[in-house]
């Protein structure tokens, strides 16, 4: 396993981590996400993320549970607050301190554990004040309930006003994370160039947009049954169909002799693709099967020559989503209830 600097922190990660979303608590059950997280561990991951609107807080549970009985001091927990949870009452959202400061304490009660190494903000709160919330993370830090503060999906902007305060406060922000992958670029504009220059790292999600990057959609065929393109009782067939269309589709499958000429599987070479920006610390990686984790896992500290990178670039061609414009657009504008 490589293990790459959180931001400007002295805090190492594995360049791999394993996160919970969608699948914990809903679509594997908890026998299988024990096994999961198993082989997480088996393969040098000791980095795991998580979120306690994931499943309304299964995730974290089945996660604490998992990895119980592990040395605490080997390991990297991170969680998330932002989005509704428990009975979703009107304070049982955002980013105000009050949800912050209550979501905290019951985060570490899920998942068994006195701190989390990192906290994140899941989105911005554009109904709290940036200084409020920043206050109630700094509490938290103190408090030692977390040790570095993090953001997901924040535009440049927002970023700079967070650094800032974080700075004037005495804690540090060291990461942000978004979406992002070969066919979803978008942050490679703005949010990576100034992340650079605040010292704040990418540790990124969905590096094979869930399952899209590995061939297995064909064009023209229906989804694999069981695939995550099928899951429209859980929301994984919500969260993919944007990358759904035949075209996509179809440019994905020229991949695949790149993939042969590295040695790679297709979601090595998705996984090994993100890895190659020196401003990405870890790719958020999940699976329903131990062996998936453990393929996953194997793209750790892989080199893609050059030519590979060109030959990605090539043939997916303008199916790419580059466009940084729409950095932030995950952020609701009121809060979500």
Known sequence: MEFRYLGHSGLKVSAISYGNWVTHGSQVEAEQATACVRA???AGITTFDTADVYANGAAETI???ALAGERRESLEIFTKVYFPTGPKGPNDTGLSRKHISESINASLRRLRTDHVDLYQAHRYDYETPLEETMK????VVRAGKAFYIGVSEWT???LRAGHALAGDLGFQL???QPKYNALFRVIEAEVVPTSREL?????VFSPIDQGVLTGKYQPGQPPPEGSRATDTAGGGANFIKGSMSNEVLTRVQKLAPLAEAEGLSMAQLAVAWVLQNDNVASAITGGSRPEQVHDNAAAAGKKLLPETM???DEALGDVVQADGSIVGDMSPKT???
């Open 40 to 42: 997480a561990l088996e």
């Open 63 to 65: 996660l604490g549970d």
């Open 136 to 139: 109630a993370f700094a509490d």
């Open 156 to 158: 440049p902007d927002q």
């Open 174 to 176: 060291v990461s942000n």
């Open 199 to 203: 010292g704040i790292s990418q540790v």
């Open 310 to 312: 060109a030959g990605i």
């Open 335 to 337: 809060r979500v209830v």
